[in-house]
DNA sequence: CTTTTTATTGCAAACGATTTGCAATTGCAT
DNA sequence: ATGCAATTGCAAATCGTTTGCAATAAAAAG
């Protein structure tokens, strides 16, 4: 249900290329990445990364964030409830379903409903730019 | 489209009726709140009151502005972009299109599109708690 | 492999939006 | 009018995130 046979995009490839330097804190931090298969925020990557190596700081995991998010690498989300998450950019585009109890996070793509929002904007005259679709549910009972 | 006939709530009425008092700063919030139509950030809603009256703080409108969403008068939106915005409950559930040069925000809704975030959900097993839909657009040029 | 150059780091302080403690004020029931 | 709890303004605190800066460490140069 949920395992991506993602091609494990090569960050330190990408990042050479941007002409940045591979670091020890960025080493780690990009493993804990591509070994993720949720939606962290900061401060949870700052303690797995800090599990590794503890001189590691939350300043630099933000920083290596950002990196990436300009590096278009990854993608940063603005869920309910303060901290931004972080998910990796491999894959196509989706939306999400977020579950209330637990965060956990639930990916979808509906092809009919960004048409829908093609048309819902063309009509009000405007061409979208990107758009946010996010579902906070709780999971069903009694089947 | 949206031309919303909205019957001006009556918030005095109702805070006296949740049994909070009606004082000087909580009516020049209300004042502002139903004579406006767009949708006001804080600081916005607390420029336009200490026009009327310059002693109204920040606190104040921040404050009336909770005890307004928790009576169900307002919604708050965190849409993107730092402080939240507020627009009044009267109306029926609708969702946004911000455009993202000017910072308007035009509301719709698609009945279809709820009716398929639905079928989604309940795929994936949850009940939709709420939800949140957002369209960031640039007005388009030629027609 | 040492030196040089310059990006990156950790730390603490700064940030912006929002909330809060507190003493002073004010609605409003008596 | 009187009394008291609700409300205010203010300043300080909060939370997530960003930033200035001096110290450190990649990678380039020799």
Redesign the pocket.
């Known amino acids: 249900m949920n395992q991506h046979a993602s091609h494990k995009p090569d960050y330190e490839k990408e990042l ?1 290329r941007a002409g ?7 080493k780690v931090i990009l493993r804990i990445l591509t070994e993720t298969d949720d939606h962290p ?3 949870e990557i700052f303690q797995r990364a800090s599990a590794i190596d503890p ?6 995991v ?5 990196l990436l998010e300009e590096m278009g690498a990854i993608h940063r989300h603005a869920f309910e409830g ?3 998450r972080f998910e990796q950019a491999d894959g196509e585009h989706h939306d999400h379903l977020i579950d209330i109890d637990t965060g956990d996070v639930i990916e979808f793509h509906s092809k009919r409903i960004e048409e829908l929002q093609e048309e819902i904007a063309s009509a009000l005259g405007y061409d979208i730019v990107h758009h946010r679709l996010e579902l906070y549910g709780r999971k069903r009972k009694r089947s």
């Open positions: 050479r940045v330097r591979i670091t020890r804190p960025r925020d900061a401060m001189s590691i700081s939350l300043s630099t933000y920083r290596t964030m950002k303060g901290r931004a």
